[in-house]
C-alpha cells in the first residue's frame, strides 16, 4: 500500500466521521448553525468586486511602491553630466597617487624654482 492510498482511506474516513458528527447535532445547533451560513452566504453576496483592496494602506503602499521604482529607474538611467579624467589628467594622477599632499600644496611654488635653475 503506498502513501496516496493510505492517504485517501484517511480523508474517507475523516469525511464519514464528520458526516456522522452533523447528523448527531441536537436541533438549536444544527439552527444556529444554519443560521450562520445563511448569514454568511448573504454577506457574500453583498460584496461588491473591487479594483482596489479595501484596505488604504495597501493601496497608498502599493503607489508608494510605484514612485519608488520610477525614481530608481530614472536614476539608473540618467547619464552623467560630469568631467571626467581623461580632461584633467595630470590632477587624475595626484588624487591617485599616495604621496604627501604638502608638496602639491607648493606646486606653484616648485615650477617657479624649477624655472629659475633651468635659467628661463
Known sequence: MNGDEQEKRLLEKAKGLLSEAAENLDSQTRRRLERIRLDALSAADGKEARF?????????????????????????LRTSTGDFPDK???DFEIIASTDNIDLYENLDFYRWLATKENGT
Not at 52 to 76: D, E, I, L, Q, Y
Request: aromatic share 22%; net charge positive.
Open 88 to 90: 584633467h589628467i595630470e
Open 52 to 76: 482596489f483592496p479595501r484596505s488604504r494602506w495597501v493601496t497608498v503602499g502599493a503607489f508608494a511602491a510605484a514612485g519608488m521604482a520610477a525614481v530608481a529607474v530614472f536614476f539608473w
